[in-house]
Nanobody
């Protein structure tokens, strides 16, 4: 079984930055395709960014492109989401999700096998 734990959320003013971390534990957890998603109140969970097992491929939602950067350190079993130029509309609970080895990351919520508990990001105006 794989466990994912997010951290790094908090309250920040508009224009500020935060770095989220997602640490994986369990068997064979390095190199899992991983995505970051977010869910705002009364809204559906949405894709934010994805990264393949090696870090050579990344993808971003249009709403965060140029402001957020996803990266990974496989030696630490950790995936990061660096968020800059934050806006109030970025306020949400942010989740990391992983797929089993051998699959690609995806923008679809339904295909992920493992989810973290989420970390709250609040951006004040």
């Amino acid at each position: 079984q794989v466990q994912l734990v997010e951290s790094g959320g908090g309250l920040v003013q508009a224009g500020g930055s935060l770095r989220l971390s997602c640490v994986a534990s369990g068997r064979n957890v390095s190199r899992l395709p991983t995505g970051w998603f977010r869910q705002a109140p009364a809204k559906e969970r949405e894709f934010v960014a994805g990264i393949n097992w090696s870090g050579s491929l990344t993808e971003y939602a249009d709403s965060v492109k140029g402001r957020f950067t996803i990266s990974r350190d496989n030696a630490k079993n950790t995936v990061y989401l660096q968020m800059s130029s934050l806006k109030p509309e970025d306020t949400a609970v942010y989740y990391c999700a992983a797929r089993r080895s051998g699959y690609a990351y995806s923008t679809s919520v339904s295909v992920y096998d493992y989810w973290g508990q989420g970390t709250q990001v609040t951006v004040s105006s």
